[in-house]
Structures are given as C-alpha cells and as structure tokens.
C-alpha cells in the first residue's frame, strides 16, 4: 500500500489523476494539497474540494502557496487557454464548495503528515514544486524521512512546452524545483519525455465514461475543453501528464529511467530547463557534483499504462 499526498493544481489533467489515486485499491489518499499554477491558488484549492465532493473523496485538502519561492519573479498569466477560465473546462464549477479546508498551510500538512508516519509517505507533485520546496525549507530533516518523491515535470531529452527549454511545472518555478531535486530525498521524474507520448483518444474517454458511472461521466466532461487544446498537437484525444506519474507509483515497471544529478536552469533564455548529469558519465567540476542522483523517466509503456488508467478509472472496463 502507498500512503500518498497528492499535490496538485486542478488542473484537467490533474482531475483525471485524482480519480485515479482516488480509485487504486493500492493507494491510500491521505491529503491533497493545492498550488497555483494552472490557475490561480483560490482557483484550483476550490477545485480540489469541489472534484473531493462530487467523488466522496475522505482525504483532507489543505491550501498550498499563491506565488513563486521567489516572490520577486514575475508572475505569468494563467494558461486558460488549456484549462478553461474555472480550470476544470469551463463546466461551470460553483464560485464556493461548503466543505472546510483542513486549517494547516499545505507545506505544514506535509511536514506533518510525513514526520507521524516516517518512511511510510509518497508525495505525488504535479504543479509547480512551491510547496514541497517551502516544506524542506521548513523542516529538512523530512528529506530522510519521505519513502520517495514522485513528480510530473521536466523535459529531459525533449523540447519542453511552455518554451523550447522548459515544462510548465518547472518553469512556473524553477528556484523551487531545483531545491527539490538536489535534495536528499528519492526524486522520480515523469516528464515530458514520457507523458507526451501517452495520449488518451476520444474513443478510449468515452469508453470510460460509458463503463465508469457519473465520476467518470464528470470526468470526460470536464476533458472535453483540454481536448480541444490538443488538436493539432496530437492526433486524436489529450496527453495524460499528471496520471502518469500516479501510474508509476503503483506501476514503476511499465517505465525506464535514467540515474543522475539533475539541475534546474533558474534564469536566462532557458528558464526552467531540466540537465541530468547521468551517472557515470565524466565532465569536468560542474554544480551537478555532490548532488543526489535522481531518477527520470527515458522510457514508458504507454500502451500499458493507458490500459492501467482506464481499467483504475472505470474498475468495470476491461481496456
Ligand atoms: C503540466 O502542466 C500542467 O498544465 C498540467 O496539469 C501538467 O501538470 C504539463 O506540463
Ligand atoms: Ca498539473
């Protein structure tokens, strides 16, 4: 079992993850905390209680951070373009939900979450790393306690998509990421490399919707704006970020990686670009030495892991 924090920005793709953690008989949901970034922070925390009542989710979710690590880094326009002005589409999600937050700030509930249950917590970041980053601000010594850190983010070997160099939730803040990455906590990166290639067609959507009842029907409604950023972009459907890093946590099989330092690029033209030093490669004095290797994902199954998503999603559809 994977006690799991989930921390994220709903968020399309972050919605779909969600159920997805909601749903896998080996994840135990214990929190989800929020961060800006798909849209603002009172945008998406209302999000995440809203997805939390129309799925009967139990977890907490506590409000994570409104701006960078650094506050003085210019704050860019949300990407309604992709997620719809409410984040989730445009469906029309109400302007209040009437549940209560849990009343800690999302870094503390993590700091907390992971010092009761030391070795046993899996955080799952999909939106940019402010809150991982302010927790081990806070309170290192949770870097040796957390059992690993798995993120959505990074381009490795591939172009990112918010600029040439970068990926969204590293490049909404870089300072942050680049603290989460060299410190000493096991850090699994599904970036762009792989989640680009793991693409959900209409026809697989509507099949989950038909096979998975009125949480999947929400689901695919709230996809269908998403769908529309993706023409032209990818043949037919949506690329699935944020579900393939939940896919590895219970499924790490389905994907190779790549061992190394990784670096956070934090300024310039190349603003949020993700370097790996893989191991065992000689350079010369570098500021990748004496950083913990990290893994990131080269390789993924994606057939498997689509058949893993929509057989989690809609337990009745055998994809
Ligand atoms: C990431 O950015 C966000 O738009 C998505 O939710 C995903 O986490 C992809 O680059
Ligand atoms: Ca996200």
Known sequence: MHKVIFDTDPGVDDAMALLFLHHHPDIDLIGITTVFGNAAIETTTRNA?????????????????????????????????IHGDDGLGNIGVPG?????????????????????????????????????????????????????????????????NVTPAAEANIHGDPEAADAVFTAPWPVVAVGLDVTMRTVMTRAALATIAEAGGARARLLADISAFYIGFYEGIVDDGMVVHDSCACAYVVAPELFSTRSGAVRVVCGGIADGMTVQKPDGRRFGPSDWDGRPSQSVCTGIDADAVLALIARTLAPSHRA
């Not at 009761?116 to 809150?131: F, I, K, Q, S, Y």
């Open 49 to 81: 209680l809203f997805l939390k009542r129309e799925w009967q989710i139990a977890a907490p979710v506590a409000r994570g951070l409104a701006e960078t690590l650094d506050p003085a880094r210019p704050q860019a326009d949300w990407p309604t373009f």
């Open 96 to 160: 209040t939900i009437d549940l209560p937050l849990d009343p800690r700030p999302a870094h503390r509930f993590i700091i907390d979450a992971v010092r009761a249950d030391p070795g046993a917590v899996t955080l799952v970041a999909v939106g940019r790393m402010t809150n991982l980053a302010l927790a081990l601000k806070e309170d290192p010594g949770i870097a040796g306690l957390v059992r690993q850190v798995v993120i959505m983010g990074g381009a490795f070997d591939v172009p990112g």
